[in-house]
């Protein structure tokens, strides 16, 4: 097979392959980037496989980064792109189910090809654009299915981390698992414990971030990859139930956790340490906490003024995405025209200062910043005006009372 018509990307990258190739050496684009072209889709990195030696690349190009000089890989700098360039390798057994004990730098693209995690991943394209398929991974694109290379027993127990991009592969391709591969990942998902859990995390937002959801968490139940995430063990009912209600992909991250933390019924106290175990961010905790508690008061016909104030325009779409998930009607016109008509949108609009306060007589300290609070609440609810006299004589009232 030969692409006559190749994305502007590797367009740009053919004088690096034909660079490699002059001086003798074999050179290929390799990876997701010739997947993603022959199924018609965008493509992002440009990944160069080559038979010629780290050293020897760098001996070829004026600017090169090191970026994974142990494991073959040189950065060649090309008129401000950077090209990730490795060279052909084999790799020794995975004591930690995760990274090759030793790798071996060899001549032979099958060599390095054959060490690769699915069929459809294993394809390499020469800088005109023929494509090199060793292991039929063309007819598996054409039939729509995710193989692996060789034995799958054999790639899961290298790599557990395969497993998770198998089922996100189904998600984000549309694709279904053979069922040789779907039964290693039944058989070997224990091993997912082995992996670090910020790996696991990326594979699945991105399982649930894809274009078929469905087609990847079906797989992921099937295969009891769910057992072994952080904190999934006793949610089988409700990853079950989302296997039919998420019948497209969510945004973003926060929708995906925002989802998760409602289909598991979590209550506000423990999501923080839900999402701990995640490894999430901070950010990501206090917006996730927020927007599922929107979320469970637009299912239940009751979100008040604050929690609108709150989510403000960027979460509310969050929380209306994640109830319409649940059941929900959508409401995400009625609810942005609701925020836009709040008193305030955000704390600096507050009309009365921490200075104005202190200015009438208020101590700084915690009693200040309270108040603040107060009337920004009493605000936002239309319980007081947005002023500045009547805001100030509220909470000397307040201070005062106390």
Known sequence: ???????????LARPVLQTIERAGYEAYFVGGSVRDTILGKPIHDVDIATSAYPDEIKHLFKRTVDTGIEHGTVMILDHGTGYETTTFRSESTYTDFRRPDQVTFVRSL???LKRRDFTINALAMRENGEVIDLFNGLQDLQQRQICAVGDPQERFHEDALRMMRAVRFA?????TIVPETEAAITAHAELLTKIAVERTQVELLKLLEGATPQRGLKPFMATNLWR????????????????TSLTQGVADETTAWTLLACAFGLVPAAIG??????????QTIAAVQTATAAAN?????????WQLYQCGSELLPVANAVAVILGA??????LLAAWQALPLKAKKQLAATGRDLMQAGIQPGPQL????????YQVVTGQLPNDQAALTQHALDLANLK
């Open 1 to 11: 097979m030969k692409l006559e018509h190749l994305p502007q990307e590797f367009e």
């Open 110 to 112: 099958a060599e390095d």
């Open 171 to 175: 998600s984000q391709l549309d694709f």
């Open 228 to 243: 072994y995430c952080p904190e999934f063990a006793e949610q089988e009912p409700a990853l079950t139930r989302l296997t």
């Open 273 to 282: 340490p839900f999402l701990k175990q995640w490894k999430t961010s901070n």
């Open 297 to 305: 008061a637009l299912q239940a016909g009751e979100l008040s003024a």
């Open 329 to 334: 009607p959508d409401r995400q016109a009625d």
């Open 369 to 376: 910043g309270d108040l603040l609070k107060q009337l920004e």
